[in-house]
């Protein structure tokens, strides 16, 4: 199957936020990058056999979480990295974080609290001892007039 994109968009979840991008009921072959999305409970959501999907160099606003996938075969797993997330919560989200995880790297997080826990560790700890989302950060959410 060929790739789509989902490419160079503002999008505003402003009616019942629930995903920024909703990819479910098998969707697979996405490539969503960057786009600027504010609001909803979540960035990306991949569930119902979804996979194949990668979110890249998109900003996400104000997102609770930013992901919530589902589990995937070897080799047809989801893809998350150089995004910027503003979270309103303190969780990265529904990752898939045992055998064909969900592949996390070089993210930028802002919580108002400064940290951010990722299949139940805080960031530093899981990147230390399973490697996962390698290079991502997390800071202090910075004002908005920044």
């Not at 104000?62 to 047809?76: D, E, I, P, R, S």
């Amino acid at each position: 199957m060929a790739w789509r994109e989902i490419h160079h968009n503002f999008l505003i979840d402003n009616y019942s936020p629930q995903e920024n991008v909703d990819n479910d009921d098998g969707s697979g072959y996405y490539k969503t990058h960057d786009n600027f999305m504010v609001y909803g409970a979540q960035g990306m959501k991949n569930d119902f056999g979804g996979h194949d999907n990668h979110h890249y160099n998109n900003v996400y606003a104000y997102a609770g979480q930013a992901m919530g996938v589902t589990n995937t075969l070897k080799g047809h797993e989801d893809w998350f990295y150089n995004n910027k997330v503003v979270l309103t919560g303190t969780d990265v989200g529904g990752v898939q974080c045992q055998e064909n995880s969900t592949k996390l790297a070089d993210n930028q997080y802002f919580t108002s609290a400064g940290n951010i826990t990722e299949c139940g560790k805080e960031l530093s700890m899981l990147q230390l001892e399973t490697g996962m989302d390698a290079g991502s950060t997390v800071q202090k959410t910075p004002a908005a007039a920044t």
